[in-house]
């Protein structure tokens, strides 16, 4: 259960915020991705590769995404690293990855486990206990260890080569307590939070260390704490135990030993999944007779989906796999008990092993930023040098006088021999000059802006997560924030490449119509009562209902007697049997009615069972060698003779079936394009065309589509195969391959039977979502494995597709027919002048064309075209054409999936976004957003990436101009003191200025401030644009904010200079003036560009300003800082209130007249629709605007 | 249901998280625009001319001496004449009252090229040491004037001190005395918290380099105004001090014979050194700079407003008018 709640932490990061979010933002000054819990949760990979029998992908087309996700997972890893071939079409990969996991163990990188000899398996191997440490630091460890890792970062360097410097006798600026106050300040609210995160960690520890679980011990079941467990000792568990280490499974309750495992804390998968325990454990109990043997395995690794290993028991040698092991955090499901075998144990647990984060992206806007960052550092040490030359020409101007200048008192005459004092020589002492400009003026690279950026995207994340337009209702998800550092980037999105199935669809499956031996049954649908059964007294009926054909129903119900519905019989029988569903019997609030849910990794294969259920053939249980199936009330049970998994080479699956009545029949279902092949054509061929024609009709409205065959085995036929099967299933090495062979040479001869139509449908709000997306002249781009006909019509009916538009298809099978259709679709584009233009490409074409000289042609291609749909793509693909777009261009991608397959994409594109569906957690484990559903896209870009880019943008030059115009009033000072950077400020407010004086507005501003409203920017998509334009911050903005900057520095700085000129004013008192007149001046600047004032901006604003206030009254307070009572004495003079007051107007108002000149005559739509907002005179467009709009683009 | 309700993770629906709060969305209209500007130039422009006449009305005499004070023969070794402990530095000065000057005149002291702000000078002096005489040796800032060749705390240390200025002034008109007050001329702050009261001047000025002005040791530091004056650095490199204050009126034309007592030492570096009689108004002493400035802004303020009023006419945009939205503004192929 503790792993559970651990997921939970993990998956809602942010719900925390309820219990004290402003804590958290106090506390997440790190580095944000620091903030998750180490993952308990894995990263992604392929699980119908090597999890057993109960895979049969259904439709041809899901199959095959599914299972190229070999590819997609080694793109996971390899990522960033190595370049990658974008257009193998993953066979090879998956060759490889068999030949992989049937390779001989080497016995120098095996691990030899001593079934039920701990003693004797620990001797010689220092394996690892099962204690876990998921807690970074011990008390004593904490200090060293924390401040290590908090100096990775290179703005804390900075802050503390400065303060280092600053400790100089020669160059100390600053006195020690404020040269040290900002540095320590980050240091240590960073520290409690990494401590409190600690002390969370080491509690929860805890409690999964000392969890009991039963292990044999002098062969009896004992209680043992969870960390005691060693490696090679023999454990059991029941029902709804969490698993404490890695084991290989011996025995379960059932008799074939199968146990079914829950793995929702590992990946977050909620579907059942089956392991096995090997024939010759099976029947042992450990209590009784010993069990021993020697496992040899894989040294520890992270790949949660692979596992190779040789049990050598009895002097037999068995081959081990993925099917046998079962991993720590999984829960054991629907099972009594099982018992098995420790192999890894604690840290050395594939689940510990893949504890890490996501891996993090790093924001288009901040990559520009820090192009900014280099000029200011240029900025910076150019004003250093100045004043060290300056200083340098001084001094050797004086240099005669220096000894006995009152004020400068170059030599000690307090001794005999006189030395000097405090002088080294020219040369030195413009060096210390240059180092001591540095400590001055080093907020100029304004350090804190790292830090406000990440409070500043906390609290977006906040407001995203907390949106109530991006909850989805249905799975009770939130909108998440996996990654924090790039939610602007939402903002200036150009490309949007989608996944079909399950993102642009529901993949929620419903069986629609049948072709049952060349008839078709596509009558209307009707609701039923619902098929239900009578068990013991008790009424059990399928969890979901299904509608049906009536036709269907009543000739279904006539049973395999007349010619007809004999294959009736046949079709339905064959879809509730031929699958890898387990039927579940739960219980209902209703005592005498229980329900049968079937859970099934697949969705097509529930929708079938469900639909054979609706019409009579319930399927009512499965274990692995039978299946019970009530066909119209009379229960029947079938042998399960064997089974052929699916496989992407085959895309079909088939069971061997032994029939009450003694015959055997193999049934066979699979993708249209391999069903094909394998049926005999020479019998019913009409039946065959018809259900050709049938399956295209399907296709063309967008259904998925399945073929079944089934053959009767004669006895001869049988017993070749199950000897070669047994043969197959057992043999060492090649297992893989070798069952495949014995499945092609079953699979072969069929009659046809039928095929099965199942619709995927839109997802609510989807064509309302893709047309406010085109309108935001975001193009939208469809990837999906899915066959061109359903690809097609998917996208007319999520409108990406409209009428008018022409299509250019390309369907090749060499390079030089791509290169071909690629140049004619060019013409097309160009020199016809035909718009808008749809390119449809299959994944086919693109082995060709990617990673080859065609991929410059088809991005011309492509970036003509306004709608891109690629069908019957590979995972790799995917993130090949991803990798198309942003390598090209500089505009910004965002990719947006569900399954397994679109993990490479969402890698690979600069925003990822996984949608939590059906299809498991592997996206969402690889995103950097997840939400639940793709109409949320809509408001989280139009609206919140919006938002996120204008707040960012303006943040981040406003705190270039804030900190700069503050380094250029100390230059300007410097100037007038002999060019030895004294400060009239005091230390401890230039100290104070960017760490409390100015900081909280600017946070606060850009996590709040909206520039319009979000009716507005949902209105109208188009106003997107201004993020796409980079409008928000670009080279022009920052150099008209640099002379922005220097004019007000000028006027806080001369004003009083020239007031004060020739006067009796002291130099804290004049440097409270200049305090105060740039915290003013600073936050009216902000106050300006505030769009809407909310309390919050009011009190962050004006309260800064009563902040400082108090502030440089409390430092003036203080009888030994040399300012004491100077701010009362300057303010007892108009001149003070005269000054101040003709700083602030006469430094804004340049800034304010060109605002005011730029607003009127070159208003930006932002502009316009603010004041539409306000003034309520902006005109509905009418559709037909609309459309001209769309299609001019 | 209920149950359901419970575990839902949907997001509470507040204003705040959603968003929404109420909110003052300013939008800056052309009246508005117009309106501000105007404001301020009608606002400054009077302010500025109220500045300007204040200025205009302080009566202020500056004579520059350090150069007339030296004698002819000493013209080319100032520095040697300055130095010499025995020489007569008392020189007459003649200075002339342009208008009438009203109690009180403010007697200040003007120096030019000293660098009070310098950083070795600043910071060479002890605050703890001049308001607490328990922390006499406190002098840890005040290198090389903390302590005598004999070892002996110098109270108060630091270069600040060491370098109190020294010249003095006599003002007589028509024979008779004008008597300058010169208590009151430090801070009241700095003489009750800063300086101590019980604070005595120790071991002050008697190194071999003298710095500048000397003090009665009978005299705590808290009524050592000349020294409190002294010590409040200045913000710039020309500045005054306050030497003191003439409680009667100067009649106009008046002819001022100011006796100098020339002590300290400028002419290494070239330092001037001036005697200022001035009064004060509400915006301080003669400085025509924040009226200009005033009415500059002022000014500039209406020309804008005008050059808005004309954009407004002539160039009229309805706010919010979708045909300027840049989507709308394409020219249609």
């Not at chain 1, 040369?427 to 304004?446: A, N, R, W």
């Not at chain 1, 009579?616 to 274990?623: D, I, V, Y």
């Not at chain 1, 919140?944 to 503050?966: D, E, T």
């Not at chain 2, 040791?217 to 001090?241: G, N, Y």
């Amino acid at each position: 259960m503790h792993h559970s709640s651990l997921r939970k932490r993990v998956v809602a990061v942010f719900d925390r915020f309820k219990l004290s979010w402003i804590f958290t933002l106090l506390l997440l000054l790190k580095n944000t991705p620091a903030i998750f819990y180490p993952l308990w949760l894995l990263i992604v990979t392929d699980n119908s590769q090597h999890q057993s029998p109960n895979t049969l992908q259904d439709s041809s087309s899901e199959g095959e995404i599914r299972s190229k996700t070999w590819s997609a997972n080694s793109v996971f890893v390899n990522l960033g690293s190595k370049r990658l071939s974008h257009g193998s079409r993953g066979g090879a990969t998956d060759s490889e990855a068999f030949s992989m996991s049937h390779r001989e163990i080497n016995v120098e990188d095996a691990r030899l486990v001593y079934v039920n000899d701990a003693l004797k398996t620990n001797e010689r191997f220092e394996f690892a206990g099962n204690s876990i440490r998921t807690a970074k630091y011990s008390v004593l460890s904490f200090l060293p260890r924390n401040l290590f890792e908090q100096f990775h970062r290179v703005a804390y360097i900075y802050f503390l080569i400065i303060a280092i410097l600053n400790q100089l006798p020669q160059l100390a600026v600053f006195g020690r307590g404020a040269s040290i106050l900002p540095l320590s300040v980050v240091l240590l609210v960073t520290a409690v939070k990494d401590a409190y995160e600690d002390w969370r960690r080491h509690k929860s520890d805890r409690i999964e260390n000392n969890r009991m679980s039963s292990v044999l011990v002098n062969d009896r079941f004992k209680q043992k704490k969870c960390k005691d467990i060693q490696v090679g000792e023999i454990i059991k568990f029941s029902a709804d135990d969490t698993i404490p280490s890695d084991i290989v499974l011996l025995s379960t309750s059932d008799p074939t030993g199968v146990a079914y495992i829950q793995t929702i804390n590992l990946d977050g998968e909620s579907n059942l999944k089956t392991r096995y325990a090997k024939q010759e454990t099976l029947s042992r109990t450990p209590e009784k007779d010993m069990i021993n043997g020697i496992i040899k395995c894989e040294k520890p690794n992270r790949n949660i989906y692979g596992f190779h290993a040789t049990m050598e028991i009895d002097g037999k040698h068995l081959s081990l796999g993925p099917s046998n092991i079962v991993l720590r955090g999984c829960v054991l499901k629907n099972t009594n008990w099982a018992i098995g075998v420790v192999v890894y144990a604690g840290r050395e647990t594939k689940a510990m092993l893949n504890s890490s984060g996501a891996p993090s992206k790093r924001s288009r806007l901040e990559t520009r930023m820090n192009r900014e960052i280099i000029l200011l550092s240029l900025f910076l040490v150019a004003l250093c040098t100045a004043v060290s030359i300056c200083a340098g020409v001084w001094l050797r101007e004086h240099e005669n006088e220096l000894e006995f200048l009152q004020f400068y008192r170059k030599k000690d005459y307090s001794q005999p021999q006189v030395k000097n004092y405090n002088y080294s020589g020219l040369g030195v002492e413009v060096f210390f000059t240059f180092l001591m400009s540095v400590i001055v003026f080093q907020i100029m690279i304004p350090i804190s802006l790292y830090i406000s950026m990440e409070l500043v995207r906390v609290g977006q994340a906040y407001f995203m997560i907390r949106d109530d337009k991006m909850y989805d209702e249905m799975s009770n998800s939130r909108f998440q924030c996996r990654a924090l550092n790039i939610n602007e980037d939402l903002g200036q999105i150009k490309y949007v490449f989608s996944d079909k199935t399950g993102t642009l669809t529901e993949n929620k499956m419903e069986f629609k119509h049948a072709s049952i031996f060349g008839v078709d049954y596509s009558g209307e649908n009707i609701d039923s009562d619902g098929y239900f059964i009578q068990v013991n007294g008790h009424v059990w009926r399928p969890k979901m209902k299904v509608k049906v054909d009536k036709e269907l129903l009543e000739l279904s119900k006539i049973g395999n007697n007349s010619k007809d519905s004999k294959w009736i019989y046949d079709f339905f029988l064959s879809l509730a049997a031929c699958n890898t569903i387990v039927p579940i019997v739960i219980d209902t609030s209703n005592p005498d009615e229980k329900l049968i849910d079937y859970q099934g990794e697949s969705p097509d294969e529930q929708a079938l069972v469900y639909a054979a259920a609706a019409y009579g053939f319930m399927l009512m249980e499965r274990t692995s060698g039978h299946i019970v199936i009530d066909i119209q009330g009379e229960r029947q049970r079938f042998n399960v003779l064997g089974m052929h998994e699916f496989d992407s080479d085959r895309k079909r699956m088939s069971v061997i079936l032994g029939f009450p009545n003694g015959t055997v029949k193999v049934i066979v279902k699979g993708a249209d394009t391999s069903m094909f092949t394998i049926i005999d054509k020479s019998v019913n061929s009409d039946v065959t065309r018809a259900t050709e024609t049938h399956l295209n009709s399907y296709s063309s409205i967008g259904l998925r589509t399945l073929v079944v065959g089934i053959r009767e085995l004669s006895v001869p036929e049988f017993e070749h195969w199950q000897s070669a099967y047994e043969t197959a299933s057992t043999a060492v090495n090649g297992r893989v391959a070798l069952l495949r062979k014995v499945a092609v040479n079953l699979e072969t001869d069929l009659e046809i039977v039928g095929a099965s139509a199942i619709e995927d449908r839109l997802q609510t709000g989807v064509p309302e979502a893709i047309e406010s997306l085109r309108k935001a002249d975001i193009k939208v781009w469809v990837l999906t494995g899915d066959k061109q006909e359903t690809a097609i019509s998917i996208g007319y009916s999520s409108r990406l597709l409209t009428s008018n538009m022409t299509q250019i298809v390309i369907n090749c099978n060499t390079k030089m027919s791509c290169g071909k259709s690629l140049e004619d679709g060019l013409i097309m584009c160009t020199n016809l002048d035909v718009t808008p233009v749809a390119l449809i490409i299959d994944g086919t074409s693109l082995v060709y064309i990617l990673d080859s000289d065609l991929e410059e042609q088809l991005f011309q291609l492509a970036s003509n075209c306004t709608v891109v749909l690629c069908c019957r793509v590979a995972p790799l693909q995917k993130a090949g054409i991803v990798a198309l777009i942003k390598n090209r261009t500089d505009d910004m991608t965002l990719a947006i999936g569900d399954g397994a397959n679109d993990v490479s994409m969402i890698q690979m594109a600069d925003v990822g976004i996984g949608i939590s569906g059906q299809e498991g957690r592997q996206a969402v484990m690889a995103s950097d957003f997840a939400m639940g559903q793709f109409r949320f896209l809509v408001p989280l870009l139009l609206v919140h990436g919006h938002w996120n880019y204008q707040r960012m943008g303006y943040m981040i030059l406003y705190n270039f101009y804030r900190n700069a115009v503050f380094v250029l009033v100390l230059f300007w000072y410097v100037l007038f003191t002999g060019f030895t950077l004294t400060t009239a400020i005091t230390e401890w407010s230039s100290v104070l200025y960017s760490v409390l004086y100015t900081s909280v507005p600017t946070i606060v501003i850009a996590i709040l401030d909206k520039d319009l409203s979000r009716r507005s920017l949902l209105a109208y998509p188009q106003l997107y644009g201004a993020g796409q334009r980079h409008e928000s911050y670009n080279a022009k903005l920052f150099w008209l904010t640099i002379a922005d900057t220097l004019w007000q520095s000028i006027v806080v700085f001369y004003v009083p200079l020239f007031a004060y000129w020739k006067t009796d004013i002291d130099g804290s008192s004049v440097g409270d003036l200049w305090t105060l007149a740039v915290v003013f001046l600073v936050n009216i600047h902000l106050a300006m560009d505030v769009v809407r004032w909310t309390w919050v901006s009011h009190a962050s604003i004006w309260g800064s300003i009563l902040v400082t206030c108090v502030c440089v009254v409390a430092i003036d307070v203080i009888p030994v800082l040399p300012g004491y009572w100077a701010i009362f004495e300057l303010a007892s003079k108009e001149s003070f209130w005269i000054c101040l007051l003709g700083i602030q107007i006469a430094a804004v108002v340049p800034r304010f007249g060109i605002k005011m000149y730029v607003q009127h005559c070159e208003p930006s739509d932002i502009q316009i629709a603010r004041e539409a907002e306000k003034f309520g005179n902006l005109i509905e467009p009418t559709t037909q605007e609309i459309e001209m709009n769309s299609t001019r683009r | 249901m209920d149950q359901k309700n419970k575990t839902s993770k949907k997001p509470k629906n507040s204003k705040f998280s959603q968003q929404e709060l109420p909110a003052w969305k300013p939008i800056l209209t052309p009246g508005w625009v117009i309106t501000s500007f105007i404001t301020i130039g009608v606002l400054f422009i009077p302010t500025g001319l109220l500045a300007l006449s204040a200025s205009d009305n302080v009566v202020e005499i500056v004579d520059r001496y350090d150069e007339g004070c030296i004698p002819d023969s000493y013209s080319q070794k100032a520095e040697s004449y300055i130095q010499n402990p025995n020489q007569n530095k008392t020189c007459v000065r003649t200075l002339r009252v342009p208008k009438k000057m009203v109690a009180p005149i403010f007697v200040y002291y003007q120096l030019e090229k000293f660098y009070q702000n310098h950083r070795r000078f600043v910071k060479s002096k002890s605050d703890k040491q001049l308001r607490d005489a328990d922390a006499q040796d406190d002098t840890h800032n005040c290198f090389p004037e903390d302590y005598t060749a004999d070892n002996k705390p110098i109270v108060p240390c630091g270069l600040i001190a060491w370098s109190l200025f020294n010249d003095t002034y006599k003002l007589s008109a028509r024979g008779k005395a004008i008597n300058i007050d010169k208590k009151g001329i430090a801070w009241k702050s700095d003489m009750e918290a800063k300086f101590g009261s019980n604070v005595y001047p120790k071991n002050f000025q008697k190194g071999t380099l003298i710095g500048g002005g000397k003090l009665d040791e009978r005299i705590p530091l808290s009524e050592q105004e000349d020294l409190i004056v002294w010590m409040r650095t200045a913000a710039l490199p020309t500045f005054r001090k306050l030497y003191g204050k003439i409680n009667t009126d100067l009649e106009s034309h008046e002819t001022i014979t100011a006796e100098v007592e020339n002590n300290y030492n400028t002419y290494k570096f070239g330092g001037r050194k001036k005697l200022v009689l001035s009064t004060t108004t509400w915006i301080g002493g003669k400085n025509d700079f924040l009226g200009i400035a005033y009415i500059s802004v002022g000014g500039l303020c209406l020309f804008i407003a005008i050059n808005f009023i004309l954009l407004y006419v002539f160039r009229p945009r309805r706010l919010g008018d979708p045909s300027y939205l840049s989507w709308n503004r394409q020219p249609i192929v």
